[in-house]
């Protein structure tokens, strides 16, 4: 039973590596240049600093994951993963409610602010936005199962005293 608990919080921790991960690249590599009007113009992640904290936090995220696959399962060390879980898991939600709010306006425009929506002149970098926030939605759904986990896992008295 412990060894199949091991494996699943493994398999977890894979998948949250790799929506990270991939949240990170996919928000980093998003752009698009288009004109409108004869005014060129260019959509990029680094413009927006929502963006810049949404593939920092995801970046750091992943390097903690891939730090954390090499934890031997009796260290001691698992009591602070617990911890760097709660951070990790309320880092992402911040990073991904951040740009999930630009995205917003994007896509929607604000008319009280006079701001236009952008996402129908340049689609493919609004499209790329949104697979980076889908991505990184998942990963934090799969941070909260696992902050869930390793509390049970810490906490649980029958695993401490075997």
Same mark, same amino acid.
């Given at each position: 039973?412990a060894k199949a608990k091991r494996f699943c919080a493994l398999l977890l921790r894979l998948i949250?590596?790799?929506?990270?991960?991939?949240?990170?690249?996919?928000?980093?590599?998003?752009?698009?240049?288009?004109?409108?009007?004869?005014?060129?113009?260019?959509?990029?992640?680094?413009?927006?600093?929502?963006?810049?904290?949404?593939?920092?936090?995801?970046?750091?995220?992943?390097?903690? /994951? !891939?730090?954390?696959?090499?934890?031997?399962?009796?260290? *001691? +060390?698992?009591?602070?993963?617990?911890? =760097? @879980?709660?951070?990790?898991?309320?880092?992402?939600?911040?990073?991904?409610?951040?740009?999930?709010?630009?995205?917003?306006?994007?896509?929607?425009?604000?008319?009280?602010?006079?701001?236009?929506?952008?996402?129908?002149?340049?689609?493919?970098?609004?499209?790329?936005?949104?697979?980076?926030?889908?991505? /990184? !939605?998942?990963?934090?759904?799969?941070?909260?199962?696992? *902050? +869930?986990?390793?509390?049970?896992?810490? =906490? @649980?008295?029958?695993?401490?005293?075997?």
């Amino acid at each position: 039973m412990a060894k199949a608990k091991r494996f699943c919080a493994l398999l977890l921790r894979l998948i949250a590596l790799a929506a990270t991960l991939s949240a990170a690249i996919v928000m980093a590599t998003s752009s698009q240049t288009t004109t409108v009007y004869g005014i060129s113009f260019e959509a990029k992640y680094s413009f927006t600093p929502a963006f810049k904290f949404f593939v920092i936090a995801n970046a750091i995220v992943s390097v903690y /994951g !891939f730090l954390v696959l090499f934890l031997p399962s009796e260290s *001691l +060390l698992w009591r602070l993963v617990v911890a =760097l @879980d709660v951070i990790i898991t309320m880092l992402l939600t911040s990073s991904i409610s951040a740009a999930l709010a630009i995205a917003y306006v994007g896509k929607k425009g604000n008319s009280h602010a006079g701001w236009l929506p952008i996402c129908g002149q340049v689609s493919k970098y609004c499209d790329r936005v949104t697979g980076a926030l889908i991505a /990184g !939605f998942i990963a934090a759904i799969i941070y909260l199962l696992l *902050l +869930l986990h390793s509390i049970h896992t810490v =906490l @649980d008295p029958l695993l401490v005293s075997k």
